[in-house]
Nanobody
Framework: QVQLVESGGGLVQPGGSLRLSCAAS????????MGWYRQAPGKQRELVAA???????DYVDSVKGRFTISRDNARNTVYLQMNSLKPEDTGVYYC???????????????WGQGTQVTVSS
């Protein structure tokens, strides 16, 4: 059974930082590239960062230079360090496996509850 538990969201001022964590079941963590997805109010879910099992990373252009994805294979955990946050980063953040590319990915049928990130003054 796939389990994904995201945490670390909150309310932060523009320019601030947050670190998100996601504990994933070994059934997907040990096989797949993992990623962080974001769903802003009224918008489609988008993949913002991905990391392969070997540590290769990729980011959508809007977060490059500000977000850093990492993974701890021993703990089946993936992280997203978010710096220089902007109001447009607001949304619910989910982690999940990645099939495809950063701008052309296949949606999963199973998701965690996500963690809310709100960037506002």
């Amino acid at each position: 059974q796939v389990q994904l538990v995201e945490s670390g969201g909150g309310l932060v001022q523009p320019g601030g930082s947050l670190r998100l964590s996601c504990a994933a079941s070994e059934t997907i963590f040990s096989i797949y590239t993992m990623g962080w997805y974001r769903q802003a109010p009224g918008k489609q879910r988008e993949l913002v960062a991905a990391i392969s099992r070997g540590g290769t990373t990729d980011y959508v252009d809007s977060v490059k230079g500000r977000f850093t994805i990492s993974r701890d294979n021993a703990r089946n955990t993936v992280y997203l360090q978010m710096n220089s946050l902007k109001p447009e980063d607001t949304g619910v953040y989910y982690c999940n496996r990645v099939i495809g590319k950063i701008t052309n990915w296949v949606p999963s049928s199973s998701w965690g509850q996500g963690t809310q990130v709100t960037v506002s003054s």
